[in-house]
C-alpha cells in the first residue's frame, strides 16, 4: 500500500514526534562570528536609521516596518543590528522575523530572543530566553478605548496604556494576544488572550486565558493538560 505522507525530508514524519533543538540559541562559533561579521557590513546602513528614528515614534515605526520586509537570512541581521542602535536596550542573539514590527523606541529586549513572524509589539519589555511564535500581538494593557459614556463616539473617549513585560524563559504560543505581565518561566498556549498577570513558571491557555498547570508540578494526564496540548496544535 503506498504512503499517504508527501515527500519530504524524512527527519520530521507524519504524525510522529521527533526531537530538534533550536540553533537559534546553540549557534556554533562560526555562526556567531559570520553574523558578526554580517552585523558590521550592515552598520553605514542601520546606523543612520537609528538616529534617525530617534526623532520621533513616527519616524521609529516607518522604519520598522519598512526593515520588516527584507526576507529572512538578510532581514534577521539588519533588523537585529538596527534594534541593538535604536532601542533603550536589544541584548544579543535576538531575532525579529519577517513581518514582525515594534511601534516604539523605549522597548527593552534581553539575550537570545526570538520574534516571531508578523508579531506586533506595542509597549512591551523582553526578558532573555524568550521564544515568541509567529502572530502574537503584545499590547500595552487592556484598556486602549474609553467606552462608559455612550453620548459619545469610542473614538472621542481616549483610554488608558501600561507598559508590560515577558519574563526570562517564556514562551508564548502563536496567535497569543498578551495585555498583561507574564512572568518568568511562565507558557501561553496558542491564540490565547492574557488580560490578567501571568503567575512565574505557570502554564495558561484559552480566552481569556486560564491557568492549566504549573512548569514544576508533575503531569497527570488530565483532560486540561490535553486541552492545551491541542490548543497549542
Given at each position: 500500500?503506498?504512503?499517504?505522507?508527501?515527500?519530504?525530508?524524512?527527519?520530521?514524519?507524519?504524525?510522529?514526534?521527533?526531537?530538534?533543538?533550536?540553533?537559534?540559541?546553540?549557534?556554533?562559533?562560526?555562526?556567531?562570528?559570520?553574523?558578526?561579521?554580517?552585523?558590521?557590513?550592515?552598520?553605514?546602513?542601520?546606523?543612520?536609521?537609528?538616529?534617525?528614528?530617534?526623532?520621533?515614534?513616527?519616524?521609529?515605526?516607518?522604519?520598522?516596518?519598512?526593515?520588516?520586509?527584507?526576507?529572512?537570512?538578510?532581514?534577521?541581521?539588519?533588523?537585529?543590528?538596527?534594534?541593538?542602535?535604536?532601542?533603550?536596550?536589544?541584548?544579543?542573539?535576538?531575532?525579529?522575523?519577517?513581518?514582525?514590527?515594534?511601534?516604539?523606541?523605549?522597548?527593552?529586549?534581553?539575550?537570545?530572543?526570538?520574534?516571531?513572524?508578523?508579531?506586533?509589539?506595542?509597549?512591551?519589555?523582553?526578558?532573555?530566553?524568550?521564544?515568541?511564535?509567529?502572530?502574537?500581538?503584545?499590547?500595552?494593557?487592556?484598556?486602549?478605548?474609553?467606552?462608559?459614556?455612550?453620548?459619545?463616539?469610542?473614538?472621542?473617549?481616549?483610554?488608558?496604556?501600561?507598559?508590560?513585560?515577558?519574563?526570562?524563559?517564556?514562551?508564548?504560543?502563536?496567535?497569543?494576544?498578551?495585555?498583561?505581565?507574564?512572568?518568568?518561566?511562565?507558557?501561553?498556549?496558542?491564540?490565547?488572550?492574557?488580560?490578567?498577570?501571568?503567575?512565574?513558571?505557570?502554564?495558561?491557555?484559552?480566552?481569556?486565558?486560564?491557568?492549566?498547570?504549573?512548569?514544576?508540578?508533575?503531569?497527570h494526564g488530565s483532560n486540561r493538560e490535553s486541552s492545551l496540548e491541542a490548543e497549542r496544535g
Amino acid at each position: 500500500m503506498p504512503s499517504t505522507e508527501p515527500n519530504r525530508p524524512r527527519d520530521v514524519r507524519l504524525d510522529e514526534y521527533s526531537p530538534v533543538q533550536y540553533l537559534q540559541f546553540r549557534p556554533s562559533r562560526l555562526v556567531r562570528l559570520a553574523r558578526a561579521a554580517a552585523g558590521v557590513l550592515t552598520w553605514p546602513l542601520v546606523w543612520p536609521l537609528a538616529l534617525v528614528s530617534r526623532l520621533s515614534d513616527v519616524i521609529f515605526r516607518s522604519i520598522s516596518e519598512l526593515l520588516s520586509l527584507i526576507p529572512y537570512a538578510a532581514g534577521v541581521v539588519v533588523r537585529g543590528e538596527f534594534y541593538r542602535f535604536a532601542l533603550t536596550r536589544c541584548g544579543h542573539n535576538v531575532v525579529v522575523e519577517f513581518g514582525a514590527i515594534l511601534l516604539y523606541r523605549d522597548i527593552v529586549i534581553g539575550d537570545h530572543v526570538l520574534i516571531g513572524r508578523y508579531s506586533i509589539v506595542h509597549h512591551c519589555d523582553f526578558g532573555s530566553y524568550v521564544l515568541a511564535a509567529e502572530r502574537c500581538t503584545f499590547l500595552s494593557g487592556s484598556k486602549y478605548h474609553s467606552f462608559d459614556r455612550t453620548d459619545t463616539p469610542m473614538a472621542l473617549q481616549g483610554g488608558l496604556k501600561k507598559r508590560i513585560a515577558i519574563g526570562d524563559d517564556c514562551w508564548i504560543g502563536s496567535h497569543a494576544i498578551v495585555m498583561d505581565i507574564v512572568g518568568r518561566g511562565a507558557i501561553v498556549g496558542a491564540g490565547a488572550v492574557v488580560t490578567r498577570r501571568v503567575p512565574e513558571f505557570t502554564i495558561v491557555a484559552g480566552n481569556p486565558a486560564r491557568p492549566i498547570r504549573r512548569r514544576d508540578e508533575p503531569r497527570h494526564g488530565s483532560n486540561r493538560e490535553s486541552s492545551l496540548e491541542a490548543e497549542r496544535g
